[in-house]
Nanobody, 127 residues
C-alpha cells in the first residue's frame, strides 16, 4: 500500500509563503499513470476541507478560498506533490493532509474520492 509523508509545514506571519511537499512511497515508476492527488486541511473544531487537487493530466481544482494564492503541482517521476502557498492568512491555519488515489483521474476536493492519506503537517499563520 502507498504511504504518504508530508513536510514543509511551520509558522509564518500573515502575507508570508510556505511550500508543502508530499512524497508517495510504494510506487514504481514505469511511465505515465492515472492518478489523483490532493491537499486537504482541518482546523480545530472544523471539518476537513479540500484545498487543491491535481490529476496526472495536470488538470487542477482549487477551493474558492485559496484560488489565486495556492498552487498545486506534482512530479510523477519523484512521486511527489507540492502545495505552494502564498499570501497566507490567519484563516489558513490548519493541519494539512496529502491524499492520493491511483487509477483515477480528474481532480477532486471530496475526501471520499481519495484512498490513501498522509499523517498531516501543521501550518500556523499569525496575524
Amino acid at each position: 500500500a502507498q504511504q504518504l509523508v508530508e513536510s514543509g509545514g511551520g509558522s509564518v506571519q500573515a502575507g508570508g509563503s510556505l511550500t508543502l511537499s508530499c512524497v508517495i512511497s510504494g510506487l514504481t515508476w514505469d511511465g505515465p499513470r492515472d492518478e489523483r492527488m490532493g491537499w486537504f486541511r482541518q482546523a480545530p473544531g472544523k471539518e476537513r476541507e479540500g484545498v487543491a487537487s491535481i490529476d496526472s493530466f495536470g488538470d487542477t481544482l482549487y477551493a474558492g478560498s485559496v484560488e489565486g494564492r495556492f498552487t498545486i503541482s506534482h512530479e510523477s517521476a519523484k512521486n511527489t506533490v507540492y502545495l505552494q502557498m502564498n499570501s497566507l492568512k490567519s484563516e489558513d491555519t490548519a493541519e494539512y493532509f496529502c491524499a492520493y488515489r491511483p487509477h483515477h483521474w480528474s481532480p477532486s476536493l471530496t475526501a471520499s474520492d481519495f484512498t490513501f492519506w498522509g499523517q498531516g503537517t501543521q501550518v500556523s499563520v499569525s496575524s
